[in-house]
């Protein structure tokens, strides 16, 4: 009921629920995963999976109250020996353990002794029960505080050399192991780590440290990382004007940039023994992989980030026995779920990279679990297909929902499946599920009426996921012809800027405004929010001033019904083409989805010509008055479609303004647009003169036009105008200065310069466009001596720059195209 009253148009006999509880879907999901498991796109095995402790099932993103995208992710745990214990550390990078000079831990906290395997090691308190859940014989053995770790030492493994354990502000003894090795030559956080304790001798005694052996320690150059040279850390961290390690945006933004870099441009130098010449990327899995075979490493998994379950507790990473996986991974379905992207249009187009992105590194996925609702397994019904697997080509199901809901349990075959959604049998199909044969035929028709569909629009966040998700299996499923056509993504909500919470009490519901507001203000304010993958924020001042806006609309149409003289007057024509010109740049918006430029170009800007408009002619055409009504009238309704209706009617019109077409415009005269907006300029420039001389009643203003040879030069700096407007100086005076008269040869070198380091930057990176075609402003503004006589109250004329009296000459020599030099007496 909110929704009709908010204007959607909806057919809700093809709404449904996505669990078992609804016979019909259930047995299609059942047959998509028979056909899937066909098709050889699942496989069972070990993997790690994100686990609720508490609920004790995997958790996919939909089962999480936050942390969605966030997945397990491969840590090498580094084992480093003391006299009857091992300390061990987490590195995302086992291929810098060639440039260890210490270890740290967090001398303000708690660590657990425990015994791992046959082995004894120190770790964090959290750690012995993550160990457990990922195949570890684990017992606890007593807890070790961090400062009596410090100052010992441990055998580093691959160097073979002890090292010593030193405190810092940035280890967190509950993340992780709590133990980090550092490697300050490419770890920004390990190098200004080790230069905070270096100057501070008071650290030093604190800790019982000897600070002359912590100033020995100095980085090791383990990596060429090309234009950060082989000790990218330090050099980085100066450059970012880094203090200490209290400055954490500044030091997680080096880590970021450094680990990419490294990761795409680092060579191993040859002090790394069996991997030296060897890129970043294969010396890691191979230090990796001889470090776990010498049994000085093992791998371990963390998340990627924190992750809370809808049974609000704390999810960690599990690896799962017997776990059944949509193979993400697979090099063959990824590079048709590519095939399928690339023919996609995608709106914003800028998502397409996080798409490319999400197909890259997408791995196996986890589909089912052990509990919840859902629809079981077909051949295994001890597990449960999770929310994001069985929700993936249910846009296929939309086209026939209201025809399967009335069937029951035994009419729902794999062969009526078949027959609807593929090229299945379905003379077969009738005869096994007693629905009639065309029945059938009328039902598979209405799914191919729909499919392929042309667009599903969901939350960016979904990019890796769902939307994903729901590519792979449709390439799985469907033939080519049937592959999606269109994703758009958006952001998120925002109140005033602040994500929505009940906790924050910046928490709406539809009805709730409605009530307040009323539909269209809502849909109003919605619109105007944001587009694209901006998250869009929902603001109270807007909402509150809209209505008056859209009642003031009404008033407006009303008032006007009819009105406006029938002589024709020179300015009729500007504003029929910007019109026109409004209604073509509001309809490419809209084929892009972006509705709130759309929407602002016909209710806020088109508003500001038409009251240029009125000044220049005084009283409006009676046809453009009743055209510009109707385009705005058409223009909103898609989005304020109450509003539009009621202003349609008031209008004078006799149909539903909703059969109405969307106005199209087409591209305009750039002439008269160009003309026009010399006219408007000129008055806005000869008003901050007179306002800055302080001068009332001017007897003349002069407009002084800027010679041809001004206009040929602005046209030779848009030919070399790189993609971003800007223009080379040099090569602009080679350009044009053979063109220059010769009297004037002085006065265009300063001109060219003028425009390059000023005019340029001032008027913006498409500044080309307003230049595109040349005009005879001495003419436009000929024509406009009446409008700038009735404004100033003064004589007013218009010469070319050869024309001007020599008491104006050096006013003359300041004239720029589209910018005439303004001469007041």
Known sequence: EDLKKFGTSIDWRRSFITTSLNPPYDGFIRWQFNKLLAGEYLIKGTFPVVWCPKRETVVGDHDRLSGEGETPQEYTLLKF???????????LRPETVFGQTNLWVDGDGTYTKAKVGDETWIVSQEMPFKLKLQGHKVKELGKIQGRDLIGQKYMAPQIGNEIIVLPSKFCDA??????????????PDDYQGLVDLQNSSSDCEKWGLDHELVMAIQPIAILDSGEMGTLPAPKLCKELGIKNQTQRKKLEQAKQDLYMHSFNHGIMLYSTEYVAGKPVEEAREIVKDKLVEEGKAIIYYELTGPVESRWLADCVVKIVDNQWFLEYGS?????????????MELYPSKARSQFEYVLQWLKNWACVREKGLGTKLPWDDNWVIESLSDSTIYMAYYTVAHYLKDLNEKQLKESLFDAIFGDGNTKLAAEESGVKQGEIIRWRNEFNYWYPYDLRVSGKDLIQNHLSFSLYNHTAMFGEDKWPRGFAVNGWVLVEGEKMSKSKGNFFTLKELMSKYGADVVRFTLCNAGEGLDDPNWEISFAETAGKKLNNWLSFVKKNKGKGRTTS???????????????????AASERLKFRTSTRLFFFELPQYFKWYIQRAGEPHVEILKEYISIVNRGIAPIIPHTAEEAWSLSGEKEFILNQPFPEGHKPDLSLITGEDLVKQTLEDTRAILSIAGIDNPEEIVFIVAPEWKWNAVH?????????GQVKLNQLISGVMPTIPPESKKLGADFLKKWVLKDIPSLGPDWQSKYAQQVDEAEILSASVDFFTNIFNCKITVVNTDQAKSSMVSKANQSSPLRPAIFVS
């Open 716 to 724: 030779t700096a848009g030919e070399l105008a790189d993609s971003r």
């Open 174 to 187: 509950s993340i992780g192991s709590g133990i980090v090795t550092s490697v300050p030559s490419d770890s």
């Open 331 to 343: 090099e063959e379905w990824t590079k048709t779920t590519e095939k399928a992207l690339e023919a």
């Open 569 to 587: 007057h020179p300015i009729d024509t500007w504003f029929s083409e910007i019109m026109a010109s409004v209604a073509h740049q509001a309809n």
């Open 81 to 91: 020996k003391g006299e009857d214990h091992f300390l061990v550390a987490a590195t």
